[in-house]
């Protein structure tokens, strides 16, 4: 049997019956719509029609297995951003987030194991490793804070210390200029006021082509970073003949016509004379 259909203003159909309970199950129409199939005199509700009543039910949905879905302890995430930061700070100077870390990630743990619907326990884990090692960088970096500034010193003495070292070997190359040329009478060799030497660079030639030194071993002195005193044989011994700044800036060293030589700091007043000619030093 055929039955039209007329639902909410509009006629439908004609539909078979298995049809129309499809229709009723699903709910797109009702059992007090209208029907209506051939040899009936009029219209009447489907709840009328004996075929279509106690539809069959379909079979219930099966349960869904939710044993499978567990919720993240929310300690283990916050664990997990603050060891993270906490390692990024190191980088940049501050560990204090470790702490937070490792507190969220023990107690996050705490709780995982204790409920067997949340997870996160790596989260955790990850969160705790992080956050101990921030915290035990804060030793170290607090050591190396306080151990740069010796460390700094230290290089600054050796500087200072190897630039006096330097000069020196100069000094005995001048001074043996000097002893040389009071021996033969060379008007050329002798300190430079006394040699006519206008420059620092005319006393390097000097003392390259006498053979008191190689260019190579001058430059690993470091001779054109050293200040050359217009210094003659008549200067007092406490003469500055030679001076430099050390490489950090931080010592100025001085060595002088008699042989002896000093560090001192920049702004310090150092023993001794400048040369009294000008220039008074050749840079």
């Not at 044993?67 to 951003?81: D, F, N, R």
């Not at 940049?92 to 470790?98: E, Q, R, S, V």
Request: with cysteine.
């Amino acid at each position: 049997m055929e039955i039209t259909i007329h639902s909410k203003g509009v006629q439908q159909g004609p539909f078979s019956e298995e049809h129309v309970k499809q229709l009723l199950l699903s709910g797109e129409i009702s059992d007090s719509d209208l029907g209506w199939s051939p040899g009936m005199k009029e219209w009447k509700p489907l709840s009328a029609f004996p075929e279509l009543q106690n539809p069959s039910v379909p079979p219930p949905m099966p349960a869904q297995d939710t044993t499978g879905l567990k919720k993240t302890e929310p300690l283990a995430i916050w664990s997990l951003v603050l060891g993270i930061i906490s390692i990024v700070g190191c980088v940049f100077g501050g560990c204090l987030a470790g702490i937070p870390a490792v507190i969220c990630g023990h107690i996050g743990r705490s709780k995982i194991r204790s409920n067997p619907s949340l997870r996160g326990a790596g989260m955790a884990l990850a969160g705790l490793i992080t956050g101990y090692l921030a915290i035990a960088a804060v030793p170290v970096g607090i050591l190396s804070a306080l151990a740069f500034p010796a460390i700094t010193q230290a290089k600054e003495r050796a500087q200072a210390a190897q630039m006096l070292n330097s000069m020196k070997q100069i000094y005995l190359s001048i001074q043996q200029a000097q002893l040389d040329g009071t021996t033969t009478g060379e008007p050329k060799l002798g300190f430079p006021a006394d040699t006519k030497i206008t420059s620092k660079a005319e006393l390097k030639q000097m003392l390259i082509a006498e053979k008191y030194f190689k260019s190579e071993d001058l430059d690993r002195l470091g001779f054109d970073k050293i200040s050359v005193g217009n210094v003659s044989e008549a200067d007092p011994p406490d003469t500055i003949l030679l001076k430099a700044t050390s490489p950090g800036g931080k010592s100025v060293i001085i060595f002088h016509k008699g042989g002896d030589g000093a560090i001192y700091r920049p702004g310090q007043k150092p023993l001794g004379s400048d040369p009294p000619r000008t220039p008074a030093f050749f840079e």
